[in-house]
Nanobody, 120 residues
Framework: QVHLTESGGGLAQAGDSLRLSCAAS?????MGWFRQAPGKERELVVA????????YYAHSVKGRFTISRNNAIRTVYLQMNSLKPEDTAVYYC????????????????WGQGTQVTVSS
C-alpha cells in the first residue's frame, strides 16, 4: 500500500503560479498528476517516469506546467505557471507499479486531491 499526500493547492489569479507537491509513503515508480473539474472526467495532465527521463504533458498545459521529482525524498512536484481559469480543478497525485505510465489507465494509487482555483 502506498499513501500519497498532496499539498500546495489554493487560490490564484490568472497569470499566477502555484507549485504542488506530492509525498509518497514508500518508494514509487512512475508518477503523474491528474485533475478533475466539476462535471468533467478526471484527466491525466502530466506524468514522469521513475528516472525522470521521460515526461508527458497534456496539450492544454504544455509550456506552462512542469513536473519533476526527487526520489531521495519520494516527492514529485508540479510547477504551474501562467495559470488560467480553466485550470481550476481538484488535482490528484498518482503512482504506478510501472517504471513509466503515460496514459490514464496505468495508475494504481491515488492521493486525496488538492483544490486549485484560478480566478480571472
Amino acid at each position: 500500500q502506498v499513501h500519497l499526500t498532496e499539498s500546495g493547492g489554493g487560490l490564484a489569479q490568472a497569470g499566477d503560479s502555484l507549485r504542488l507537491s506530492c509525498a509518497a509513503s514508500n518508494s514509487v515508480y512512475a508518477m503523474g498528476w491528474f485533475r478533475q473539474a466539476p462535471g468533467k472526467e478526471r484527466e491525466l495532465v502530466v506524468a514522469i517516469d521513475y528516472n525522470g527521463d521521460s515526461t508527458y504533458y497534456a496539450h492544454s498545459v504544455k509550456g506552462r506546467f512542469t513536473i519533476s521529482r526527487n526520489n531521495a525524498i519520494r516527492t514529485v512536484y508540479l510547477q504551474m505557471n501562467s495559470l488560467k481559469p480553466e485550470d481550476t480543478a481538484v488535482y490528484y497525485c498518482a503512482t504506478s507499479f510501472r517504471m513509466a505510465a503515460m496514459t490514464n489507465g496505468e495508475y494504481d494509487y491515488w492521493g486525496q486531491g488538492t483544490q486549485v482555483t484560478v480566478s480571472s
